[in-house]
């Protein structure tokens, strides 16, 4: 393909408190590239990946800089900046719930989610110019955003674009695509993990996280005209290990834990599995069969972790507050292989640890990145 009609995406997954690993990779790229020409034309998130995507584009004319706030943003926070943690918030939900059990007979609603996440909103507001980042998108810096959230009204997998290029709404199995300018709503439905946050009402229906239904996460980049997609996954590449004790029952934390594993992962690891056996058949192909089909050779590259995350997190597990240790302890998530907690420690020795994962990661890899972008 002629490098002059190339159209690269920056593809930011899903995974809580694990985007803290993205923003090292990024960190590593800025600092490489310097003050050249801009490595993206295409920007898409989910859930976390959605907030990084946000503070990216806004700041996507000096994206050095852009890069060096989120890094200084991710390193500062705290699980309060995400979600209210203290003891009241806390003991609230909790007697709210028994009491919606016992007396719902009685018109006694259960709370909207298990945690609130009012801080992140406040957050967003604060870090993220919209009205700068609709600039952005709407002139010669960037071609797009894309924000992925999931209806509840239809159970379909929503692309929200903005973008100045051209690109048709596009409706397939369960997924869709729509134009329209991106808010601090499509962040916060885009991030909104089903039960753990409350879902956010966009329009006419309310949306939760949107790795819940994104069955084909490179589809927004690959509709919106790009060829080459870099992506930046949340699970390293190694498949079990050897537990450390004796198998047990998985409590509920664990098997949440390993829900929010499928959610963010498991997906867009088939999904780059399924591309690479399309590029493997078109090449296969005879030249004039080829021109007969709308499929199009796509590249890939994708970073994960080098090192298991969970025990990056089990190193750290004691910087969360008391309350959601104890939240924690009593989902029977306080035990190896810390899933659930490596997605929601908001803490600076955690998120610092995976930003040096993700910056030692792409720093190693850093000729082979470049040789992708072609910068």
């Known amino acids: 393909m002629n490098p002059q009609t190339d159209k690269t995406a920056l593809?930011?997954?899903?995974?809580?408190?694990?985007?803290?690993?993205?923003?090292?990779?990024?960190?590593?790229?800025?600092?490489?590239?310097?003050a050249k020409e801009r490595p993206f034309d295409v920007i898409t998130g989910v859930s976390v990946g959605a907030i990084n995507a946000a503070c990216l584009t806004a700041g996507a004319d000096d994206i050095g800089t852009a890069i060096r706030k989120m890094g200084d943003l991710w390193a500062g926070l705290h699980t309060q900046n995400i979600y209210r943690a203290d003891v009241a918030t806390m003991a609230r939900t909790i007697l709210a719930y028994g009491g919606s059990a016992l007396f719902g007979w009685a018109g006694i609603r259960p709370p909207k989610s298990i945690l609130d996440n009012e801080p992140l909103g406040e957050l967003l507001?604060?870090?993220?110019?919209?009205?700068?980042?609709?600039?952005?998108?709407?002139?010669?810096?960037?071609?797009?955003?894309?924000?992925?959230?999931?209806?509840?009204?239809?159970?379909t997998s929503v692309s929200f674009y903005h973008g100045s290029t051209p690109a048709r709404p596009w409706q397939r199995s369960r997924r869709v695509g729509i134009t329209g300018k991106i808010t601090a709503e499509h962040i916060m439905a885009s991030a909104a993990l089903p039960f753990v946050f409350p879902s956010v009402k966009i329009g006419g229906e309310y949306y939760g996280d949107?790795?819940?239904?994104?069955?084909?996460?490179?589809s927004p980049a690959i509709h919106l005209g790009c060829n080459k997609l870099f992506l930046i996954?949340?699970?390293?590449?190694?498949?079990?290990g050897e537990p450390e004790n004796a198998p047990a029952y998985p409590s509920p934390g664990v098997i949440a834990g390993q829900l929010l594993d499928i959610v963010f992962n498991d997906n867009l690891e088939a999904d780059v599995e399924r591309l690479k056996r399309i590029n493997s058949t078109l090449d296969s192909m005879m030249p004039e069969r080829r021109a007969l089909t709308d499929l199009r050779h796509v590249e890939v590259m994708m970073l994960q972790p080098s090192e298991d995350v969970r025990k990056i997190?089990?190193?750290?597990?004691?910087?969360?507050?008391?309350?959601?240790?104890?939240?924690?302890?009593?989902?029977?998530?306080?035990?190896?292989?810390?899933?659930?907690?490596?997605?929601?420690?908001?803490?600076?020795?955690?998120?610092?640890?995976?930003?040096?994962l993700g910056r030692k990661d792409a720093t190693a890899r850093m000729d082979e990145i470049r040789d992708f972008l072609r910068c």
């Open 210 to 218: 949107g790795a819940l239904r994104q069955i084909a996460p490179l």
């Open 11 to 34: 593809i930011l997954t899903g995974g809580g408190a694990r985007g803290a690993y993205q923003v090292g990779v990024l960190c590593a790229l800025g600092e490489a590239l310097g």
């Open 313 to 356: 997190a089990a190193r750290h597990v004691a910087e969360l507050p008391w309350s959601v240790k104890a939240l924690l302890r009593a989902l029977g998530a306080w035990k190896a292989p810390w899933v659930l907690p490596s997605y929601l420690m908001f803490e600076p020795g955690y998120v610092c640890a995976l930003m040096d």
């Open 125 to 155: 507001a604060r870090e993220v110019d919209f009205t700068r980042l609709a600039r952005m998108v709407e002139g010669p810096t960037l071609d797009a955003l894309a924000i992925t959230a999931s209806s509840y009204e239809d159970g």
């Open 233 to 240: 996954g949340a699970r390293d590449a190694e498949i079990g």
